[in-house]
């Protein structure tokens, strides 16, 4: 036995490290390729290295592309052993799901050309319509259904087969010449009647005959279907059957039997099943949320953009923290039940709430990994990844949800994403990344973010991501009218309706219709001159805050005036109601207008996550678009929530602003905090 475990240990060790010597030598020829191209024209390359070195020109185009598409993720691919599959499965298949794919493998998690090709499939099916994707999900179900009765009629099929053939079989020895009126054909006659039915169910009641002009064009297993159909139909009505010459020779008998009775199992696993339904023309689900109210912890809470969302779908919050004071004040003047803890979340110690918390979610500070700064990810004193992870291990939710930006996937930064993943899945949870865009749920503005979602057991097989709603798309012209005429402005009605027409066309080539803003940002200065063209092809410029709408002595001033964002407009797109207000300056309110969670997105999530944990189905359009013009589920609970801090030296801590203040300076080696950091908005 000893001896056993030692050689199955010696073997797993030994296959690992070949695993992992293939994965390098994948990533070592993609290097090679990169290093050969940069040096000889491509078809130059190309041709050395298949008459050459030997390799296949498919191998070449994968190998070619590694440098373009996983570049920096060579860390994942080595500790994930990947196979050569998996590499060309991630390089041909789009930006999107590549991503997604990378994030799940850098987790830890074991990867399979399978979980690329369901990651493909969900990233595909959340560009459907609700209708359209609550269809596919019926069709599937259904196919599922059907597929299982299949099987048990295939199974039942050749059950009674079996015995037919054998009685079949002993009639051919014993029988006389003529059969018709034997009573042993009357057995095989009553046996063909029961298996008759029983055959259709799997394969079908319509079956063309040979001679037909359809006949030609069926493939063999048809072909042999349509033959046992025609036999077992015979059988079953001897005397009169349309094979009545059948009867008379039981050779001849036991010979058209075993070929087409015994021979179709051979074709059964080509078979093809449909099961014809009249689909409901609408998804069926609650449109208001149930009485239970989950608990939420939610980390750099911003302004209150997630937390207005996720109050919405059904949860309390029982805590809210936020480091920058201005945010705060937001969120306790627009919400003043709302327990908003003014603190460093590096100086709280979260055991506190283990158990308590049904979901700990947050916008962790996604400037470290932003498209358009500097990308210092791990190194910028703002990140808190690890610091989500460590409170997602004290507490221990039932699911948590952490919002960033897509850089956060980035080759460059995926051994930090991998470290992060990794405590995450250490600590339990089944994670899912996935990659959501505002203007998916009726928001005008085109920001595109990542989710990062992770559930305890057998959750997560309960979770679904809401379908995208490209019906409910919107567009600036629509949604700022009333506030850019609000002066005026006498062509208000010209730049609406060049809102509303212009198209454009998507990463994947579809052209939509409606202009949309960029994502927004903070206060900007100056712009950058493709940023600035692109913001004017969308009706609209970046730079600056105008402090009122626009008037016609202001537009003719300007040669080529495009109209900026107020205060009260960039609200609007990142869709606060016109009665939320902000405390601060100009400039400390835009970002945190800027880096909030759009609400109607946090509610989307927040209905997906309370369906999973809570085995409920919500009408999620209905919900977010109530025909009462007012959103479900505002009701609230009281919630005491219990003391929101880590004493940094013994003793009572001091959370004032001045204190947080005196803390900015050098990060200490040692500690629970790391001051210096002028704002946890996400």
């Known amino acids: 036995m000893n001896n056993t475990a030692a050689v199955l240990s010696e073997t797993r060790t030994r296959i690992a490290k070949i695993r992992e010597t293939m994965t390098n030598k994948i990533i070592e020829l993609a290097a090679q390729i990169e290093i050969l191209e940069r040096q000889v024209a491509r078809p130059d ?13 498919g191998e070449i185009s994968t190998l070619s592309k590694f440098s373009k598409t996983l570049k920096g993720y060579e860390g994942v691919l080595r500790k994930s052993n990947a196979s050569w599959s998996v590499i060309r499965g991630l390089v041909s298949t789009n930006q999107t799901a590549r991503n997604l794919s990378l994030a799940k493998m850098a987790s830890g998690a074991r990867f399979e050309l ?65 059969l018709a009126q034997s009573k042993a054909m009357g057995e095989i006659a009553g046996d063909a009647q029961k298996l008759l039915p029983v055959f259709e169910a799997a ?56 070929r087409y009775l015994n021979n179709l199992g051979n074709f059964v696993g080509s078979r093809k099943f449909f099961a014809m339904v009249t689909p409901p023309d609408k998804k069926v689900g609650l449109r208001c949320l149930p009485q239970k109210r989950l608990k939420a912890l939610e980390l750099c809470a911003g302004a209150g953009g997630m937390a207005l969302g996720l109050e919405a779908a059904g949860f309390d919050h029982v805590g809210l923290v936020e480091l920058n004071p201005d945010a705060a004040a937001t969120m306790r003047l627009n919400r003043p039940h709302w327990p908003v803890a003014e603190q460093d979340m590096r100086t709280i110690d979260f055991t506190q709430y283990a158990g308590k918390v049904d979901l700990l979610c947050g916008g962790l500070p996604c400037q470290a990994y932003s498209e358009e700064g500097d990308g210092n990810g791990k190194h910028d004193a703002r990140d808190l990844f690890l610091e989500g ?18 850089g956060a996937l980035f080759g460059k930064h995926a051994d930090h994403i991998a470290a992060f993943l990794a405590e995450l899945a250490d600590a339990g949870y089944e994670i899912q990344v996935i990659e959501v865009n505002t203007q998916d749920y009726g928001i005008a503005q085109n920001r595109p973010r990542i989710l990062f979602i992770g559930f305890r057991g057998k959750t997560r097989n309960h979770f679904r991501m809401p379908p995208a ?3 409910r798309r ?18 208000v009605d010209d730049w609406a309706e060049y809102c509303r027409s212009v198209n454009f066309e998507l990463q994947d080539g579809t052209i939509v219709q409606g202009a949309q803003a960029s994502t927004l940002t903070g206060y900007k200065g100056a712009t950058r001159e493709k940023e600035g063209l692109r913001w004017a092809r969308n009706g609209l410029t970046p730079a600056g805050i105008p402090d009122h709408a626009p008037t016609d002595t202001i537009a ?35 970002r945190q207008i800027g880096n909030a969670v759009a609400p109607r997105l946090a509610m989307a999530v927040g209905l997906a996550i309370y369906e999973a944990l809570e085995w409920v189905e919500f ?21 005491e929530p219990p003391p929101m801090y880590r004493p940094l030296q013994g003793g009572e801590p001091d959370c004032s602003y001045g204190a947080r203040v005196r803390l900015k300076g050098e990060i200490p080696k040692e500690g629970p905090t790391a001051p210096g950091i002028e704002s946890n908005v996400a």
């Not at 992870?389 to 897509?406: G, H, M, S, T, W």
């Open 45 to 57: 390359a190309r041709e050395f290295l298949v008459s050459r070195c030997g390799l296949t020109t």
């Open 203 to 258: 394969f079908g009641t319509d079956h063309a005959r040979p001679g037909e002009a359809a006949w030609r064009n069926l493939k063999p297993a048809a072909q042999s279907a349509a033959m046992t159909h025609s036999l077992l139909t015979s059988l079953a009505a001897p005397g009169d059957g349309p094979n009545k010459k059948l009867f008379d020779c039981a050779e001849r008998l036991k010979a058209q039997s075993t």
């Open 389 to 406: 992870a460590r409170a997602v291990r004290e507490i221990n939710p039932k699911a948590f949800l952490f919002e960033n930006v897509r």
């Open 114 to 178: 399978s979980d690329l090709r369901a990651i493909r499939n969900d990233v595909a099916e959340r560009k459907l319509s609700p209708v359209e994707s609550a269809l596919k999900r019926r069709e599937k179900a259904l196919t599922k259904q059907a597929r299982r009765r299949a099987d048990n009629s295939i199974r039942e099929f050749k059950a009674g087969t079996a015995v037919l053939l054998e009685k079949i079989f002993d009639l051919s020895r014993s029988a006389p010449a003529k």
């Open 619 to 639: 009408d999620t359009e209905a919900m977010l678009w109530p025909s009462d013009g007012q959103r479900s589920g505002t009701r609230r609970t009281a919630v």
């Open 556 to 590: 003719q001033a300007r040669k080529g005036f495009v109209p900026g964002l107020t205060i009260r407009m960039r609200a609007r797109l990142q869709d606060f109601d016109d009665s939320y207000q902000f405390v601060g300056s100009k400039q400390s309110v835009a």
């Open 474 to 491: 919107a567009n600036v012209g629509d949604v700022l009218y009333d506030l850019m005429a609000a002066n005026g402005w006498s062509e």
């Open 469 to 471: 709603f490209p019906n």
